[in-house]
């Protein structure tokens, strides 16, 4: 049973828009939860993170939204640029384990 | 600045074959570290993570073993390969006790034929 969940699993946006990631889980001890970006041969790289005390975490154009009630996150890509398509995975943490829990990714695309 | 290195970059190899693994932490002191694994495609899967030198917990069992002879180096191996070890591996570290930040390494590609 995959403890994160992601959807959808790829999704295409035009140069410019805003493209939506999101992400559930099922433990209610994950309390700390980073989004990865990968680009194909490459190590994930971190991207944005949010731990489980707050709703909303900004970087630039990278925003997580969080509800915690749902157990639900998204990550919103503003302005989204052809150099952002790639492969994000949303995972979790609980508190002191070093066990990180990865979801199967959403491969993004944007268009020119 | 902390570098993080995997060697090889690539390697194929022959099923039964033995197989070792290297990643070396630069600029950071006694790093939390791990070993992951990623199927083409796929997602991250731990396999091993290490909080000192000497020590090693196994998280996924998967004919393979871990070592950490140096603070600043995590070993990979096995003695027999199977086809289903092809993948990428991928090394991390974290600097705190938990584990939550964790950065990851170029990694390696293994094919195994």
């Known amino acids: 049973q995959q403890q994160v969940r992601q959807s959808p699993q790829s999704l295409t946006v035009w140069e410019g828009e805003t493209a939506i990631l999101n992400c559930s889980y099922e433990d209610s001890t994950f309390n700390y939860f980073p989004w990865y970006q990968q680009f194909p041969g490459e190590g994930p790289a971190l991207l944005i993170s949010?731990?489980?005390?707050?709703d909303k975490k900004e970087d630039g154009r990278f925003t997580i939204f969080f509800n915690k009630r749902e157990k639900k996150l998204s990550l919103h890509i503003t302005d989204s640029q052809p150099g952002d398509s790639a492969t994000y995975f949303c995972?979790?943490?609980?508190?002191?384990?070093?066990?990180?829990?990865f979801g199967l990714g959403t491969t993004l695309q944007v268009q020119p | 600045a902390q570098t993080i290195h995997q060697w090889p970059v690539a390697e194929i190899k022959a099923v039964g074959s033995p197989l070792s693994l290297g990643c070396t932490i630069k600029g950071k002191s006694s790093p939390n570290l791990y070993w992951y694994w990623q199927a083409t495609g796929g997602t991250l899967q731990q396999l091993f993570y290490s909080i000192t030198v000497g020590q090693v917990e196994s998280v996924v069992q998967l004919n393979l073993s871990a070592s950490r002879p140096k603070d600043d180096q995590f070993i990979l191996s096995t003695e027999k390969l199977l086809l289903s070890h092809s993948g990428f591996y991928l090394c991390?570290?974290?600097?705190?006790?938990?584990?939550?930040?964790?950065?990851f390494g170029p990694g390696t590609r293994l094919t195994v034929l």
């Open positions: 995972a979790a943490i609980t508190g002191n384990t070093g066990k990180l829990i």
């Open positions: 949010i731990r489980s005390v707050s």
């Open positions: 991390a570290w974290s600097l705190d006790w938990g584990g939550a930040e964790q950065y």
